[in-house]
Nanobody, 118 residues
Framework: QVQLVESGGGSVQAGGSLRLSCAAS????????MGWFRQAPGKERERVGS???????NYADSVKGRFTISKDNAKNTLYLQMNSLRPEDTAMYYC????????????WGQGTQVTVSS
């Protein structure tokens, strides 16, 4: 059974940094395709970035150059390092995983709130 648990959210001023963690269990080679998503109030959920197994991450244009996805396979943990945060980055952030042969993410964490004040 796949479980994803996010942590590391909080409140920060614009220009600051946060690192989100996603502790994963139950993933295997078939489901080791992961991503970070976010959803702000009144807005649709958007993909922040994703990584296929141990490949190079890719990012949404809105976060490129500011956010970095990394993995620690020994700890089964996915990270999202967020630098130069902006008020528009305020959202609930979710970790997700999918079967690598499918495009739809089917495993989701509970989310962690990030609030950036100006």
């Amino acid at each position: 059974q796949v479980q994803l648990v996010e942590s590391g959210g909080g409140s920060v001023q614009a220009g600051g940094s946060l690192r989100l963690s996603c502790a994963a269990s139950g993933l295997d080679y078939r489901t080791n395709c992961m991503g970070w998503f976010r959803q702000a109030p009144g807005k649709e959920r958007e993909r922040v970035g994703s990584i296929i197994r141990d490949g190079a991450p890719n990012y949404a244009d809105s976060v490129k150059g500011r956010f970095t996805i990394s993995k620690d396979n020994a700890k089964n943990t996915l990270y999202l390092q967020m630098n130069s945060l902006r008020p528009e980055d305020t959202a609930m952030y979710y970790c997700a995983a999918r079967y690598c042969l499918n495009v739809q993410y089917v495993f989701w964490g509970q989310g962690t709130q990030v609030t950036v004040s100006s």
